[in-house]
């Protein structure tokens, strides 16, 4: 799988960058500097579920040349409005995401409003509180809860998905009032940001080590706060479905972009939320019908879940 | 000034920060694109920007506008509705005392509901409009006739007619009693672009995305607008549809029809229409004796019908519509007794009454029109930033009264998805969103359309094996009662399509 192997080096290649900040974890990280099999601590480039990225390999080899020599950087911003073009074109390679995305914002909406306690009916229920997007990608979740009236901060630690987001999220006076940062979560609780609510969408299963991230998401979370998280089940259902269906045959996404053993099964989950003082309250899956094509919230958390839960109070 | 030079500045200070910046350093860059004064109006040319442009104040477009209003997803949206006619923005009432318009439409049970929901029916009820509860169908062969009544499917009624003026009176009066942001354009639009948002235009080529962007509606009195969603209400001869590149498939048939208000001495709760052999003729009742005629003929006879005198047309209405072209039907009932009595066991209680002759004309009540008649259909309901609703998107033959009903399903329709969109913070222009509405929308028009059109077909042909065939359908659809409710229901749009819902 070379593509798999490009991937790891190149995360080696950025990780430097991104930790210039001696933090006890940075020693953690240098002792897994393997080739073969790394998970690079919360700033891995963020693809959608079952969704696809377009070869986020190319993608990535432009910030190494970028640092090298500063005359490419028209050659960049045209390279980088051609990548902009499809993560925003609903029929292009993310259309899978587009097409699951409503079903995870129901979701959403449903739980946070309740959460909340505000008016499900309400165009804006969300309006005066504060969101964060972490792992944000493109902003494809971002900028519809900036138009139910939150006030969101989306964070991604791949500067192009920064740059992409704000480009678009600029278009509609709606959503260009979202902050985009170009950091990681455990950058955002050094800073002691707190949010109201805090959402890791598709981003645990890249991750180190998911319990220490969990623990910077509550970290980012007011007490009593809500916190929703969702990932792929540890399953053989989801290595047949999300892995040999989606990376092989139907090629949605790019060979390796899924690790099952990175996985976490919705138990291990709970678990290490738990521990992060987060209490999981309701959990739901994304079913996939082939036949219409669309994604529908179900029980079945065999393959794609998420799962809402609040922050102990202190 | 000062603003300007801001605004002209900011742009450049981002692309410049934009091509420094390489990685992502430890001290965490803060992209922050607006500087804080985006009003929804405060654009580089001081161009109003709405959500919703709807073009065509009738009165589908209306109803879709009132529907957006009553829902309270949706009722924050702003809407702006360009039309040139005067009657939109005049405020004369509807005089009960005239006679009826010629220009009528038969609203479905499902089609009042529709009105009911949004809190527009109320506004029908204070002006003329007529529920019926029996319908007659028969043919000029006199083989053959059948009869449906509301209680069938254990309905009070099957439909209503009102004139199209007071459906779109009381849309009119329902939004305005709303406290919905809205607009109303008196011009016709000329152009439309995609347009990117003001704040990126200025900036350096950075190629333009449609889904981000605006349409801009020119209008023909100068002005112009900014929406994120354009719906083409406008009309057979949709403008927005061809502005939007959207071709249509279709026919035009080769007949007219002729529509006028009458009189008559009885009253008359029964709708009745008879095929003749150059295309049907359909009598509406409207209350207070009078009555609604849609007649279908071929564009020569319609033209010698227009121009007839009162009496000589009178006199060719009531022919039509009793015994002259052919026969009248036997009242003739299947197993009467004896053998084939379990025939009748689960029979509907219409199928046991006799044939009717319909009332006699007395009386014009107002001017003969003609209308050609034709079937289209767009290929596409969506286009980026644009859908079409109604006419716009289908016309039908006016035989069985479903044209306008398609069109307030599409209003539904088209309201409900918008509304789910704006609950999950969608961009309502959004292509991922409006073809849910296509999806929904095509599959039932289009069977509704299939039909009417094979209907046409059937009764255009006069050939003796085909006329037989078309009285045993009409004698199976009387005794066969499960045809009959469905084809009730489905009429009366409680069912989508037809057969397998």
Known sequence: MASKLLLSQLRNITRPTHHRLINPNFIFLLKNQTLIHSRPYSDAPQPPPVGSKPSPTNADSAPTHKKISSSLNQAELAKFSAIAETWWDAEGPFKPLHVMNPTRLAFIRSTLCRHFGKDPYSAKPFEGLKFVDVGCGGGILSEPLARMGATVTGIDAVEKNINIARLHADLDPGTSSIEYLCTTAEKLVEEQRKFDAVLALEVIEHVAEPAE????????????GANVISTINRSMRAYATAIVVAEYLLHW????THEWSSFLTPEELVLILQRASISVQEMAGFVYNPLTGKWSLSDDISVNFIAYGTKNIE | MNRAIVRRITPNIRTWRSTLKTFCSDTSEKLHGSHGDKAVTDSTDNV??????????GMVGMAFACSLASMPLTKHLNVAIIDSNPALLARDNIKKEDAPDPRVSTVTPATISFFKGMGAWQYVQLHRHAFFDRMQVWDYTGLGYTRYSARDVDKAVLGCVVENKVLQRSLLSCMEDSDVKKKIYPSRLNSMTLHKSSLLSGTDSISSEPSGSLAKLNLSDGDCLYAKLVVGADGSKSHVRKLAGISTTGWKYPQNAIICTVEHTEDNRCAWQRFLRTGPIALLPMGDNYSNIVWTMDPQQAADRRSMTEADFLKAVNDALDDGHGPRPQSERIGDGGILAWLRSDETSSASEHFEVPPRITKLASDRMVFPLSLMHANNYVSKRVVLIGD?????????GQGVNLGFGDANSLSRVIAEGVAVGSDIGEMTLLKRYESERKAAN????????????????????????RAAAFHGVNYISPLKKNIISYASGEQRLPLFT
């Open chain 1, 213 to 224: 991230f969990c623990k910077s998401l509550s970290a980012l979370a007011v007490s009593g």
């Open chain 1, 253 to 256: 996404l790019p060979k390796g």
């Open chain 2, 48 to 57: 109003p920007q709405y959500d919703v442009a709807i073009v065509g104040g």
């Open chain 2, 446 to 469: 289009i069977a509704m359309m299939a039909i009417l059109d094979g209907f046409q077909r059937a009764y255009s042909i006069d050939f003796g094996p085909l006329n037989v065939l």
């Open chain 2, 392 to 400: 716009a998107a289908h016309t039908v033959h006016p035989l069985a």
